[in-house]
């Protein structure tokens, strides 16, 4: 090989050289960068969480101090501060029709529960937002009995009510330990039969998620329920909080009685007992809560005794979030904490 030759060769060796240490490079910033990527994702989801439990927190030691009689003083304080924000206009407004709509906070300090804190807030770069509920405003799964869960499905959600009746065989079967179908439910055979993608894990409900795979429920009608419908808290139901569907499941309650209830309960009449809610309610509606009054009690109550507090927390500029969920009891000692789940 003459001189031209080599040094034509020696240059193509070099630039293949020159290739294989830039894909070597390359390949070096790729695995550098998408280690640098893992751990910004880890941290801003250290952060997303650390913000969404310190909105519990936060959450948690307001409802303390509504039970120090400043109940008020927190609503006023957390009206302010929304009115200051567009987006927080219309709960301010419907704060404001509460504060002089409602009476005696000390009866029920975690009334409307919501109210009580300021539902967003920034800290640096990271924020949490704010959702509280009383748990007693919606219908526990798992602790609903036949009746109530066909007077859900079919004076609540408005169903006919074989098909009411078929949801709530359905559910009692999910939930039951045993593989004996009712007439109107399903076990593990029904469901193989029927190819459904889940089979019933006789067992409470873990999830409110699992309904949807429950025999008879559609996704349309799943959308319509799951508002109302809670798998935690003690299931106790709170007559001056629940919307009319829940309230419309209760034993005795016909729909001209939860009419009556609503009317007044938006005037501001909140009764404190059965007792009482029997007195402010016309003899003509009356008369079915009567018939029914010993299940009546059991499953009510007409205060807020629980709130789950749900807290959702992010970094500005991420797409990583956290959710907290806790729920809290009053107790002597302030709000404490029953349940929790960090996601």
């Known amino acids: 090989m003459n001189a031209r030759g080599r040094g034509g060769f020696v240059l193509v060796a ?4 020159l290739v294989a240490l830039g894909a070597v490079g390359l390949d070096a910033a790729l695995r550098s960068r998408t280690r640098r990527l893992a751990a910004a994702n880890q941290l801003d989801e250290t952060r997303a969480r650390e913000a969404a439990l310190a909105g519990t927190e936060y959450a948690r030691s307001r409802l303390t101090a509504a039970m120090l009689d400043r109940a ?4 006023s304080d957390a009206l302010s ?12 407004t419907s704060s404001v029709r509460s504060l002089f709509r409602r009476s005696d906070p000390a009866e029920d300090p975690w009334r409307e529960p919501q109210e009580l804190v300021v539902p967003d807030m920034l800290f640096g770069d990271a924020r949490y937002t704010l959702n509280l509920r009383d748990t007693g405003a919606a219908l526990n799964l798992n602790d609903a009995d036949g009746d109530v869960l066909r007077r859900f499905f079919a ?5 006919d009510y074989a098909h009411a009746d078929r949801l709530a065989q359905a559910i009692l079967d999910w939930r039951d330990e045993d593989e004996l179908p009712r007439v109107n439910g399903g ?24 309904l949807r795979h429950v025999m008879g429920m559609t996704p349309e009608l799943y959308r319509a329920a799951r508002p109302y419908l809670t798998v935690i808290g003690s299931g106790d ?7 009319e569907p829940v309230l419309l499941a209760l034993p ?26 029997r007195a402010i ?29 749900r807290a959702d927390g992010r970094v500005e500029g991420s797409p990583i979030q956290a959710r907290a969920r806790v729920i809290v009891a009053r107790s002597n000692t302030g709000a404490v904490v029953v349940w929790r789940k960090v996601e």
């Open 72 to 75: 008020d003083e927190l609503r």
């Open 14 to 17: 070099a630039l293949w050289l």
């Open 237 to 243: 139901v709170n007559v001056n909080a629940a919307p």
């Open 81 to 92: 501060r929304a009115r200051s924000n567009r987006a927080q206009r219309r709960a301010a």
């Open 281 to 309: 309610l016309p003899a003509s509606v009356r008369a079915a809560i009567d018939a029914d009054l010993e299940r009546f009690d059991r499953m009510t109550t007409f205060t807020t005794n629980e709130v789950e507090i």
């Open 187 to 210: 076990e593990r055979e029904q469901y193989l039969l029927e190819h459904m993608p889940m089979l019933p894990p006789n067992r409470d409900f873990a999830e409110l998620d699992e």
């Open 252 to 277: 005795g309650m016909t729909p001209a009685a939860v009419a009556e209830l609503l009317r007044l309960r938006e005037s501001g009449e909140t009764p404190r007992n059965s007792n009482q809610l």
């Open 155 to 159: 004076q609540g959600l408005r169903l």
